[in-house]
């Protein structure tokens, strides 16, 4: 019967026992490796899908996280102007004069006292929403409020309207009374 070249190299002395079991255990563990090399590239393809399904779930928690925080700016930005327009608010007199502002397209009134109204007009008071109500704050104050929210302020006189009429207004010549009542 024909042997194999180990056992024969084994027979002739040329090898010893020892070499021939070490390379027959090579030869396995070759064997051996080979279908994990197929089942690893499997894995990898597996790692790299879970890789993407979480490099979407951390962009998906840093958006929610972007908006959470956003709204919570929100938040505090609101809370700041509510804060400023009740800490610093003056008060109204009920049996004072009626003060009309426009509000988003609806004529309002609050009454204030006589002095106020002069105030209003010249831009040192402002009129900011706190809610469903108005309140009068002082202008340095409306000034914050607005640059926090600036829908917050209603009415605030700081600007001369007659530097923004253009040259073409056939009403340029008559001014508009700023204490006008109506």
Same mark, same amino acid.
Request: overall charge positive; proline content about 4%.
């Given at each position: ?7 024969? =190299? =084994?027979?002739?002395?040329? %090898? ?7 390379? $027959?255990? #090579? ?19 597996? $790692? ?13 928690? *840093? ?9 919570? *700016?929100? $938040? ?6 509510? #804060?400023?327009?009740?800490? &610093?608010?003056?008060? #109204?007199?009920?049996?004072? %004069? ?14 204030? *006292? ?5 105030? =209003?007009? *010249?831009?040192?008071?402002? +009129? ?7 309140? +009068? ?7 914050? %409020?607005?640059?926090? &929210?600036?829908?917050?302020?209603? =009415?605030?006189?700081?600007? &001369? ?22």
């Amino acid at each position: 019967m024909a042997q194999s070249f180990r056992e024969q =190299l =084994l027979k002739l002395g040329l %090898v010893e026992k020892k070499q021939v079991d070490q390379v $027959k255990k #090579q030869e396995y563990q070759k064997k051996k490796q080979q279908p994990k090399s197929r089942a690893q590239e499997i894995v990898d393809e597996n $790692k790299l899908l879970a890789e993407q399904a979480r490099a979407e779930k951390k962009e998906k928690e *840093r958006l929610r996280n972007l908006k959470r925080q956003e709204e919570l *700016r929100q $938040k505090e930005e609101a809370e700041q102007v509510r #804060q400023l327009i009740a800490g &610093n608010r003056q008060a #109204q007199d009920p049996q004072g %004069v009626a003060f009309r502002f426009a509000d988003a397209g609806k004529i309002q009134r609050i009454f204030v *006292r006589s002095a106020a109204v002069d105030e =209003l007009s *010249r831009g040192l008071l402002a +009129i900011a929403r706190s809610g469903p109500a108005y309140e +009068i704050i002082p202008a340095a104050v409306a000034e914050r %409020v607005a640059a926090l &929210n600036p829908a917050a302020v209603v =009415l605030w006189n700081r600007e &001369n309207k007659r530097s923004d009429a253009g040259g073409d207004d056939p009403y340029a010549g008559f001014e508009i009374p700023d204490d006008l009542m109506w």
